[in-house]
């Protein structure tokens, strides 16, 4: 199972992406994880990171292909990837092909869902207060917004010519969405 996930912020990415990991076995890769963690520890590159996290606005590509070339060459990746936050942008998912092309190991589900943005602003709202990640106070929140709709929308595109899109209706129980998502994958 080699599976991008896709879906604006707040969608459920990260809750989707861990109950997939635990029913396929494959490792749950978030890059926005990778980010927070290299924050918290101050390495380099979270230094480099964080004023565009704090500012809801996209780290570097140079950066995150850095960081998702290491990752993708972990050994827990010959089982396959749940992709939870890469690719942003059109460049990002043309570097990713690249990096996945000479570990032979291309995409072969990009799962998008959907949720419409009144949901959206409503669940990172709730969020904010009971997880206080900074990143969702509400005008940050708008900022992220702005970048998903310019940058990371047209992503979904790229997988659809591809043929590797499945849409998915992103708004219902954990445990519903869940299921659509594996009947999804087959
Ligand atoms: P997330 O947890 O996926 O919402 O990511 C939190 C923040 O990390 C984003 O708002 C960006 O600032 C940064 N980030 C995560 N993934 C990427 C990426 N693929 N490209 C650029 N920035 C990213």
């Not at 918290?40 to 070339?69: F, N, P």
């Not at 589900?109 to 959206?120: G, R």
């Not at 940058?151 to 998915?168: C, H």
Request: overall charge negative; charged content about 25%.
């Amino acid at each position: 199972m080699r599976i991008v996930l896709l879906g604006p912020p707040g969608s459920g990415k990260g809750t989707q992406a861990a109950l997939l990991n635990k029913a396929l076995g494959v490792p749950h890769i978030s890059t926005g994880d990778l980010l927070r963690a290299a924050v918290a520890a101050g390495t380099s590159l979270g230094r480099q990171a964080k004023a565009a996290m704090d500012a809801g606005e996209l780290v570097s590509d140079e950066l995150m292909l850095g960081l998702i070339e290491e990752r993708m060459g972990a050994d827990d990746v010959a089982a396959g990837y749940i992709l939870d936050g890469y690719p942003r942008n059109l460049a990002q998912a043309r570097a990713l092909d690249d990096v996945l092309g000479r570990i032979e190991m291309p995409v072969d589900n990009a799962l998008s869902l959907v949720v419409d943005e009144e949901q959206i602003v409503a669940r990172l709202a709730k969020r904010s207060e009971e997880e206080g990640r900074s990143d969702d106070a509400e005008q940050v929140v708008r900022n992220r917004l702005e970048v998903y709709r310019e940058q990371t929308a047209p992503v979904i595109g790229y997988y659809e010519e591809k043929g590797l899109l499945k849409a998915v209706d992103g708004v219902g129980s954990i445990e519903t969405i869940n299921q659509r998502l594996r009947s999804a994958l087959g």
